[in-house]
Nanobody, 126 residues
Framework: QVQLVESGGGLVQAGGSLRLACAVS????????MGWFRQAPGKEREFVAA?????????DYADSVKGRFTISRDNVENTIDLQMNSLKPEDTAVYYC??????????????????WGQGTQVTVSS
């Protein structure tokens, strides 16, 4: 069983920054593809960013966050981070980290991820 615990959410003004972290329980963490998703009230869960296994040299971002958000991983600490800059009110949502234990490419699809954290609230005020 893989456990993921997010932290770092909060309330910030538009234009500000937040850094989310996700701690993963398994020692085989370096082999997992990891992703961040978000869900706003009344909307479906949507892809934000993903990072490949091991070195994390492969990344992918939703168009809405490209250039503002950065995903990274630390295989020693078993964590992934999401640095969020230039935040906008439309970034307000519950943010989830997720682990994909498969052996394919990094994915933008919710159904491809096997384990999920409990989520952390990010609220951006205008």
């Amino acid at each position: 069983q893989v456990q993921l615990v997010e932290s770092g959410g909060g309330l910030v003004q538009a234009g500000g920054s937040l850094r989310l972290a996700c701690a993963v329980s398994q020692r085989t963490f370096s082999t997992y593809r990891m992703g961040w998703f978000r869900q706003a009230p009344g909307k479906e869960r949507e892809f934000v960013a993903a990072i490949g296994w091991w070195s994390g040299s492969t990344t992918d971002y939703a168009d809405s966050v490209k250039g503002r958000f950065t995903i990274s991983r630390d295989n020693v600490e078993n964590t992934i981070d999401l640095q969020m800059n230039s935040l906008k009110p439309e970034d307000t949502a519950v943010y989830y980290c997720a682990a994909d234990l498969g052996d394919g490419r990094i994915s933008r699809l919710v159904r491809d991820y096997d384990y999920w954290g409990q989520g952390t609230q990010v609220t951006v005020s205008s």
